[in-house]
């Protein structure tokens, strides 16, 4: 049974920054897309980053240059370094996992993942 653990979300100043992690368990899909997706109060989720099996990596535009997602094999652990957090950021921040190709053209779409984590809250304060 696959179970995907966040943790490391908390509150900062606009600016600041944060690291986000997601433990896998029972997870041993040889080919992968797993990533990070976010929830604000009243919005759709959406996709933030991803990364495949190979170290393959894609980023929401939003994001790009100050988000870097990562993933320890040996440890089986996914993270999210966000640096030059602003107040647009807060959000819930769920960590996600299928054997999905990232690079398919849907890697941003709730649907194609079947594996979800229960969420970590991040709040950026102006």
């Known amino acids: 049974q696959v179970q995907l653990v966040e943790s490391g979300g908390g509150s900062v100043q606009a600016g600041g920054s944060l690291r986000l992690s997601c433990a896998a368990f029972g997870y041993t899909f040889s080919n992968y897309c797993m990533g990070w997706f976010r929830q604000a109060p009243g919005k759709d989720r959406e996709g933030v980053a991803v990364?495949?099996?190979?170290?393959?990596?894609i980023y929401a535009d939003s994001v790009k240059g100050r988000f870097t997602i990562s993933q320890d094999n040996a440890k089986n652990t996914l993270y999210l370094q966000m640096n030059s957090l602003k107040p647009e950021d807060t959000a819930m921040y769920y960590c996600?996992?299928?054997?999905?190709?990232?690079?398919?053209?849907?890697?941003?779409?709730?649907?194609?993942?079947?594996?979800w984590g229960r969420g970590t809250q991040v709040t950026v304060s102006s």
């Open positions: 996600a996992a299928d054997t999905y190709d990232c690079f398919s053209g849907s890697w941003s779409n709730r649907y194609v993942y079947n594996y």
């Open positions: 990364i495949d099996s190979k170290g393959a990596e």
